[in-house]
């Protein structure tokens, strides 16, 4: 009986060794959210919506996805003008991640050709 209980802790501890640390999932940033960001006059939010549309766009060209071609010279109150008009259009997907709604914001304005 002890024999099979110490066999039974080593197969435990060795799947939770294969596991690995136990990370904490950071929340998702939902389009709303990031509208909510963007419709601020002034100041955090609006440097927060901001910094997350420019690191966005950065992402896509620095990662050669082919289906976007934002211009390099695109600016982000433009960009941010874009995503907000799309949130307004496609209410039912306010609650999807933000990077996937303004993909489809970016890829309904700067389709490549």
């Known amino acids: 009986m002890r024999h099979r209980l110490t066999k ?16 904490a999932t950071a929340p998702v940033y939902s389009a709303r959210q990031l509208g909510a960001d963007c419709a601020a006059e002034v100041g955090a939010r609006t440097a927060a919506c901001r910094s997350f549309i420019a690191h966005e766009v950065q992402e896509l060209a620095r990662n050669h996805y082919q289906y976007v071609c934002v211009p390099q010279d695109e600016p982000v109150e433009q960009v941010e003008t874009l995503f907000m008009t799309y949130l307004q259009e496609h209410r039912r997907i306010a609650y999807a991640p933000a990077e996937f709604v303004l993909k489809g914001t970016l890829l309904e304005a700067f389709p490549c050709k």
């Open 8 to 23: 039974q802790a080593i197969v435990l501890l060795a799947l939770a060794a294969a596991a690995g640390p136990a990370q």
